[in-house]
């Protein structure tokens, strides 16, 4: 029997379809058409047939290839219940009267009941099952009929209903007994057109369940055991009438009142409406909807007591008692579920929100001021530890837990300015906003001792005290939202010793070992007061790169996408905001070609981002924003790479960029499982050992041994640094025998000045582009004319290793590639590249076959 998977085995039946939130189908076992009940429970395959009984063994064998099904399975014979005994018919009409539908109950010796539907067809014929669509109301005839001050009682079953229609009672149930009501828009319409709903369900549990869903739809519960205390377990409103229960305790049960329900208020006298407590009860009740009703009902009941003006003068004199009260009164907020109990004047503060009262006219009405509508209160005062600027958080009760959300102290003491923290769920409009700001204010000066004070910054990395967060105690990091989500990714999971076992391993690849140090030595930049670095790993698909910076990232945090992982769908102004954020912790970013159309390329991203502060900003108040700062490395993957020919020496100098010719990590899925268990651990180990070394002593070393590659004084530093964190992570961490990296390790990776050098990439092009259009450069002849004739597509012409160049092709073919001619004509002047006039000039004034014009005369053989 072969091994299906389950969308093979969906591939292979028949007669596929949903069927409510179930996968049905034909069974392949018996050949019924929609029996067969498929789905899956994770990785595993769960199939039945209702009608055969076949199991997925079963089901699996039929649909084998070339297999024969097998015997259809015997259905089970079905228990003997004995004799019935019992043998009932319910009708079931229409709102016309026309009969709709049959109910057949069936009672049998051992005290079974077996239920089963019929309806006739228009042609006479018989259909054992329920017409569709179909009303699940009994007696819905009647009900359409009556008028909707009567009383409907909904009972338990057709035969309590006709019990109830026999004494006198407007009575319903529905077709499926104690289930839950179904009902159809006709029932429902009919149900809701009753003012007084009355349910009465069977003495059990799935009576009491009954109950409540008909409770929820508006009807009281009267429970049998009120009026007939011997009611048995089971027992229901048909036993309580054959054994001659009076049905005037159930027309005349008094339902118990519930405090300003309408029964409440009917109980009231004329002097209960008008008493002080009564009456400072009515206008304190908190939800104004229910305050309002309440108020409605009393006036109801005072007028038919013929003392509505009385009533009147007693209300407003109660609401101008309880406002002199309260006025100047502390209150305290009472939320369940706070973090903490402040004072807050003359605010209520409690789970129907935020407001207090104040007079309307002068009457003695009254209105709430409503700051909010969902439990808010200040939790804390967090104070920058670099700059003295305060911040605030605000927690808040909504969707069902507490959230919290922190904002500098002017915008929440702007009613502008606050409506901008609706962004964070926090519910403020410019309708409540001053009240908001009023609220808060008082919460945090009426409790100077008990509001908490929290010292933090606004990025990781060096603290001006010499610390890294987040590795300093006691330190809080807010940064709002990015920072939010990076301090839930710089943590540390698992353990130190674990992750060690998992890297170590792969220490062997030069490539990786590049990548981890160029994780390790961002932070070293600020010790030797560095320029931000860019390193960037490319290569064909499947060689193992985002694997490797995956490992690089670990020594922070979770190495996950999303997290110190990201995809570099993102502007460049989130890019340095995260990068500012991070300040002197590595940023990694995968797949950096997405972004390439974005940017026109690489370069203006790799200044910008090596800059090390962004752009400063004004906000819309006019208030200049400190700008973005950052000391970092950026740890990127591609599949080209990240600089061109035409790219800036700026840009070249920042980049150390390795080709991936071979795998970076290997055996990629279980590593990344691995460093998903363990991560982040390395990083504050690392730290104190980085403040135990003299980094600026080794640096200086490794330096000056890179210099003598040939390499550029910038790229050698960014390696140094590369190395020296390296000595550091492999001496203290890696304790093996792994011998350090030599200066031969690192010099392929390396640019040479020349590389460099726009002055020389410029001249290579030129040189390179003359030699292959030299049919456009006129060669002349001792016997030619000065002024010769010759094609009009000459752009020049060459004489020895001269080559003169019309200056607007040369202009335009080194615009084209990148270059500017004037940026690099000193420096190719001073090295002899370029022949310049006897005044000094760059152009020469000359004719080349009858063409006169401005030339360029370069040097060639000078490479």
């Not at 063994?57 to 084998?64: G, M, T, Y």
């Not at 003997?80 to 043998?87: L, M, N, P, Q, S």
């Not at 002097?271 to 009564?278: H, P, T, V, W, Y």
């Not at 403020?428 to 700001?437: C, F, G, K, P, S």
Request: charged residues 25%.
């Amino acid at each position: 029997m072969s091994v299906l998977t389950y969308e093979e085995i969906l591939g292979k039946l028949n007669n596929v379809h949903k069927r409510g939130g179930a996968l049905v189908a034909q069974c392949p076992v018996c050949g019924d058409e929609d029996h067969l009940y498929i789905n899956r429970d994770g990785d595993k395959t769960l199939a039945f047939c209702h009608k055969c009984h076949a199991s997925l063994p079963a089901v699996l064998k039929a649909l084998d290839v070339g297999g024969e099904p097998p015997a259809p399975v015997a259905q089970a014979k079905p228990k003997d219940h004995g004799k019935r005994i019992e043998r009932i018919v319910y009708t079931y009409r229409n709102p016309d009267g026309k009969e709709a539908y049959c109910k057949i109950r069936e009672k049998f010796a051992d005290g079974h009941k077996k239920f089963s539907f019929l309806y006739t067809k228009p042609d006479g014929a018989v259909v054992y099952k329920k017409p569709k669509p179909c009303n699940n109301l009994y007696n819905l005839d009647r009900l359409t009929a009556a008028k909707k001050t009567e009383t409907l009682y909904i009972v338990e079953g057709e035969k309590c209903a006709d019990a109830m229609t026999s004494a006198g009672f407007l009575a319903t149930s529905t077709n499926t007994g104690a289930e839950s009501p179904n009902l159809s828009e006709t029932d429902r319409k009919t149900v809701e057109k009753f003012t007084r709903k009355v349910i009465i369900p069977d003495n059990d549990g799935p009576g009491a369940e009954y109950g409540k869903a008909w409770e929820a739809r508006g009807a009281k519960v009267l429970p049998l055991p009120e009026i007939w205390p011997e009611c048995p377990v089971k027992g229901d409103v048909a036993d309580y009438l054959e054994r001659g229960g009076d049905p005037e305790k159930i027309r005349e049960y008094k339902f118990p009142t519930t405090e300003f329900s309408e029964d409440y208020f009917q109980n009231l006298d004329r002097a209960d409406l008008i008493s002080e407590d009564f009456l400072l009860k009515l206008i304190q009740i908190d939800d104004p909807v229910q305050q309002q009703r309440a108020e409605s009902l009393a006036m109801f009941r005072a007028s038919d007591l013929s003392i509505k003006r009385e009533f009147d003068k007693n209300l407003k004199a109660a609401r101008i008692k309880l406002a002199q009260e309260r006025k100047g009164n502390e209150n305290v907020t009472n939320f369940t579920g706070q973090p903490l109990a402040l004072r807050c004047g003359d605010w209520i503060a409690d789970d129907e929100g935020i407001r207090r009262m104040t007079a309307k006219g002068n009457n003695g009405d009254f209105t709430y001021q409503w700051a909010s509508r969902i439990p808010t209160l200040p939790t804390g005062i967090l104070v920058n530890a670099e700059t003295g600027e305060e911040r605030i958080r605000l927690d808040f009760y909504k969707a069902g837990k507490w959230s919290s959300v922190t904002a500098d102290r002017s915008d929440v003491a702007s009613k502008n300015r606050i409506v901008n923290l609706a962004n964070n769920g926090l519910e403020v409009t410019t309708d409540n906003a001053q009240y908001l700001v009023k609220y808060i204010s008082e919460c945090v000066t009426e409790n100077p001792a008990d509001m908490p004070r929290e010292t933090f910054i606004d990025h990781f990395g060096w603290t001006e005290d010499g610390g890294f967060a987040p590795y300093v105690d006691g330190l809080t990091i807010d940064a709002g939202p990015t920072g939010d989500a990076l301090v839930n990714a710089i943590k540390q999971k698992g353990t130190l010793e674990e992750w060690l076992k998992i890297v170590r391993p792969l220490m062997d690849n030069i490539y990786l070992r590049l990548t981890v140090a160029a994780s390790l030595a961002a932070p070293l930049l600020e010790i030797i007061k560095g320029l931000p670095y860019v390193f960037h790993l490319w290569g064909g698909t499947g060689s193992g790169k985002t694997v490797g910076i995956m490992v690089a990232a670990s020594v922070w945090g979770n190495p996950q996408f999303g997290a110190m992982v990201r995809t570099m769908n993102m502007t460049d102004n989130a890019l340095v905001g995260i990068a500012s954020t991070l300040r002197n912790i590595p940023f990694f970013g995968d797949e950096l070609q997405t972004i390439k159309d974005r940017f026109n390329g690489y370069d203006r991203l790799l200044y910008r981002i090596t800059e090390k502060t962004g752009r400063a900003r004004m906000t819309a108040d006019r208030r200049v924003e400190k700008p973005e700062t950052w000391n970092t490395g950026f740890i990127f993957t591609g599949e080209e790479p990240v600089t061109g020919e035409n790219s800036g020496g700026g840009v070249k100098n920042r980049v150390i960029e390795i080709e991936c010719d071979g795998p970076v990590v290997e055996h990629g899925n279980q590593v990344v499982r691995a460093i998903n268990e363990h991560y982040g651990t390395l990083g504050p180990e690392y730290i104190k050992k980085a403040l135990q070394v003299d980094v600026r002593a080794a640096y200086d070393l490794t330096f000056q041994e890179l210099m003598k590659t040939g390499t550029t004084d910038k790229q050698a530093m960014t390696m140094a640094l590369l190395m020296v964190a390296d000595d550091i992570f492999r001496i203290y961490f890696l304790n093996s025998e792994i011998p350090g990296l030599m200066v031969k390790d690192v010099a392929p990776f390396l640019l040479s000045k020349k590389q460099v050098d726009v002055s020389e990439r410029a001249y290579s092009a030129v040189i390179d582009w003359i030699a292959e259009n030299t049919d456009k450069f006129y060669v002349a002849h001792e016997d030619d004319a000065e002024h010769r004739d010759c094609d009009g597509r000459i752009w020049g012409g060459r004489t020895g290793n001269e080559v003169s160049i019309n200056r607007s092709v040369l202009m335009r073919f080194m615009a084209d590639e990148g270059f500017n001619f004037t940026a690099v004509k000193k420096k190719w002047a001073a090295t002899g590249k370029i022949l310049l006039t006897k005044d000094g000039r760059y152009l020469w004034h000359k004719s080349i076959c009858g063409a006169k014009a401005y030339y360029v005369v370069l040097v060639t053989g000078k490479m």
